[in-house]
């Protein structure tokens, strides 16, 4: 969070994200705040995309092949009829990336 307030071009917009980061409860003033200043659409991609870029890199660290998957609703309504038909938010593409990292490496048997 702290590198993406401080990407901000506008200096009051990064100090009041950067003071939002502070103490106890950072990360909901945080989301307000992005929501507030209407870059959450911004700080989503920042975030998914250095989430990848961190997944990517632990796993060719431990020698685990990575998969990519895209998972949009319809993928989820195959699998869960009863599903929410809306886009798959970044959370359940982070259990669905380790899931897939899991079934991916090698078995010890």
């Known amino acids: 969070m702290e590198r993406f307030c401080l ?14 980061i502070r103490g106890r409860g950072a990360c909901r003033r945080f989301k307000d705040r992005v929501h507030a200043y209407g870059m959450a659409e911004a700080w989503y991609r920042y ?3 250095t989430l990848r870029e961190m997944a990517l890199g632990r796993c060719e660290e431990h020698g685990i092949p990575y998969t990519e998957l895209t998972i949009t609703h319809i993928d989820c309504l195959s699998v869960w009829p ?3 038909p809306r886009p798959a ?3 359940h593409v982070g259990h669905a990336t380790r899931s897939v990292r899991q079934a991916s490496r090698p078995s010890d048997d």
């Open 82 to 84: 009863h599903a929410n």
């Open 89 to 91: 938010t970044s959370s």
């Open 47 to 49: 975030r998914d995309a």
């Open 7 to 20: 990407a901000v071009d506008d200096e009051d917009m990064r100090d009041d994200l950067c003071d939002a």
